[in-house]
């Protein structure tokens, strides 16, 4: 029993740097930076969410979409932490590996192998997912102003299901043109361009979302300065 949960198992375990790269390669103080930043932006968006969810008053359009908004962002920061700290070292150093080896998978994979697919899963589901969600949703929101000042009288409320969908099959997109190439980034920190077509789907969303903003300020204030 003893020799199944040795914590060495046998196996090298592989991080994502090089061989000569150093392990621990962001300076103490600056993950204490990141995290200070991190576990604020998490606490204020968290308040924000809760907060909006639980006094009815504030359960009306577009507070919700705000609500939703903060929920994702809130989300995305803390896998943000993981990742600005180091995904390798957090799973290392909490032994996430075999966590995830003997409970998820049954001893199925290799501690190497569930160290991999951790560090896929925070990068994609934890942090581009829900950051996309949450831009996405902000994009809905620009969007909804020039709808509601057009139609005022129509019950907004209606279109949340729309923008929640939109924002699901955005981020989904996104997703699935970082699969092909997470792992490779991963194995070699220093060949990050070979998520070239993830950073130009980003480019685009994020463009397009600069121009849909810009477009609803100039339109808002237009129509209410007439």
């Not at 160290?115 to 949703?137: A, E, H, K």
């Not at 923008?163 to 989904?172: A, G, P, R, V």
């Not at 190439?181 to 600069?210: F, K």
Request: hydrophobic share 50%; proline share 3%.
């Amino acid at each position: 029993m003893d020799e199944d949960f040795n914590i060495g198992g046998g196996e090298e375990f592989v991080t994502c740097f090089e061989p000569n790269e150093p392990r621990f390669h962001v300076p103490s103080k600056l993950k204490g930076f990141y995290v200070a930043v991190g576990s604020f932006s998490i606490l204020a968006a968290s308040f924000l969410f809760v907060t909006i969810f639980t006094v009815k008053k504030l359960r009306a359009h577009p507070s919700v979409m705000i609500g939703y908004i903060s929920l994702f962002e809130a989300i995305s920061w803390f896998h943000a932490i993981i990742w600005a700290v180091s995904t390798m070292e957090y799973i290392e150093y909490f032994g996430l590996g075999y966590l995830f080896k003997w409970t998820v998978t049954m001893n199925s994979t290799s501690v190497i192998g569930s160290c991999q697919t951790l560090w896929v899963l925070n990068q994609l589901l934890g942090f581009s997912f829900f950051s996309v969600l949450s831009l996405g949703m902000n994009m809905c929101l620009c969007i909804d102003l020039v709808l509601t000042l057009r139609e005022p009288f129509y019950p907004a409320k209606r279109r949340l299901k729309f923008y929640l969908l939109f924002s699901f099959l955005l981020s989904t997109i996104i997703l699935i043109v970082s699969i092909p190439r997470v792992r490779e980034t991963c194995l070699s920190s220093s060949q990050a361009n070979i998520s070239q077509r993830q950073n130009s789907a980003m480019a685009v969303i994020l463009t397009l979302y600069i121009l849909i903003s810009l477009f609803s300020i100039v339109y808002a204030a237009r129509m209410l300065t007439r």
